[in-house]
């Protein structure tokens, strides 16, 4: 026969939150000019498509560079699981030659 003994303490339970977020996945799918070849100082088109693989919608914040010239920063919104156009136009340069058009994420 065995004596039965109180624990001598019993441990509350512990509990923590948690968040649970959708987040949008932006990248960079695509880049085109029109046309692809111009004259000097005539206008064209930049298109850079952007993917956004993610569960929510987001704004992409597409930084476009000529030749390390800056042609400036510009915001496009893509919702969730879709792709999106920005298409800016752009000034070619004077001089003439091959110029590298690049487009980034920032």
């Known amino acids: 026969w065995k004596r039965w003994e109180e624990p001598a303490s019993i441990a509350a339970p512990k509990s923590i939150t948690i968040s649970v977020r959708k987040y949008p996945i932006l990248r960079i799918v695509d880049i085109s000019v029109d046309p692809s070849e111009v004259q000097p100082t005539q206008l064209y088109k930049i298109n850079v498509t952007v993917e956004n693989s993610g569960d929510a919608g987001g704004t992409a914040k597409?930084?476009?560079t000529i030749d390390r010239g800056d042609l400036g920063t510009h915001s496009l919104?893509?919702?969730a699981r879709d792709r999106k156009t920005l298409t800016i136009q752009?000034?070619?340069p004077r001089e003439e030659g091959s110029y590298?058009?690049?487009a980034e994420l920032v």
């Open 77 to 79: 919104y893509v919702p």
């Open 90 to 92: 752009a000034q070619a």
């Open 62 to 64: 597409v930084h476009i």
């Open 100 to 102: 590298q058009v690049c």
